[in-house]
T-cell receptor, first 113, second 114 residues
Framework: SQKIEQNSEALNIQEGKTATLTCNYT??????LQWYRQDPGRGPVFLLL?????KEKRKERLKVTFDTTLKQSLFHITASQPADSATYLC????????????FGSGTRLSIRP | EPEVTQTPSHQVTQMGQEVILRCVPI?????FYWYRQILGQKVEFLVS????????KSEIFDDQFSVERPDGSNFTLKIRSTKLEDSAMYFC????????????FGQGTRLTVV
């Protein structure tokens, strides 16, 4: 069956450290993989998108990698701050179902001062 | 900054009643979506809509649900004969396209079926 797994339900790290979140997928051939941030009671907010032929994408303190051999994406937040505390969602879409963005269950990140 | 707006923010309805959730997508976007999130669970795809017709739908989106773009600006989700398990946050989203473009989400409508 098809699965998107974010293998940490929760992650708690010290301010200033790098947070690394993992997204693994099974039985998908994603064309694009996206990362979103969701705060409690709010809608997801887009952060970064990476295509299947890209290895890495950066935006300010954020970095995403995409390894289609391992079927995995890593999401990094460097110099983490308490304001980065939120749930981070991995999402993908495929060429055959391009208008269907499927989300993982998310990782709740807490940055302690 | 343009945003997706949803109304109402909270809707309480009696089991068996029909509800209509409303969304105003970003004006130059072409694709529209509905997602739902049951409390504590993941964001689930319901349906995508393009060129005035359903583009894709999930197995959740059965005959109880329908979508419409009645006037070129609003995008609605109708849920007929609501059940207790329909209680969830419903998010509308829109995007310019489907390839290499992100989806912009509204703040959601919290539907409570009693």
């Amino acid at each position: 069956s098809q699965k998107i797994e974010q293998n940490s339900e929760a992650l708690n790290i010290q301010e200033g450290k790098t947070a690394t979140l993992t997204c693994n997928y099974t039985n998908y051939s994603p064309a694009y993989l996206q990362w979103y941030r969701q705060d409690p009671g709010r809608g997801p907010v887009f952060l970064l998108l990476i295509r299947e032929n890209e290895k890495e994408k950066r935006k300010e303190r954020l970095k995403v990698t995409f390894d289609t051999t391992l079927k995995q994406s890593l999401f990094h937040i460097t110099a983490s701050q308490p304001a980065d505390s939120a749930t981070y969602l991995c999402a993908l879409s495929t060429y055959s179902s391009a208008s269907k963005i499927i989300f993982g269950s998310g990782t709740r990140l807490s940055i302690r001062p | 900054e343009p945003e997706v707006t949803q109304t109402p923010s909270h809707q309480v309805t009696q089991m068996g009643q029909e509800v209509i959730l409303r969304c105003v997508p970003i004006s130059n976007h072409l694709y529209f979506y509905w997602y739902r999130q049951i409390l504590g669970q993941k964001v689930e795809f319901l349906v995508s809509f393009y060129n005035n017709e359903i583009s894709e739908k999930s197995e959740i989106f059965d005959d109880q649900f329908s979508v419409e773009r009645p006037d070129g600006s609003n995008f609605t989700l109708k849920i007929r004969s609501t059940k207790l398990e329909d209680s969830a946050m419903y998010f509308c989203a829109s995007s310019m396209g489907t390839r290499n473009t992100e989806a912009f989400f509204g703040q959601g409508t919290r539907l409570t079926v009693v």
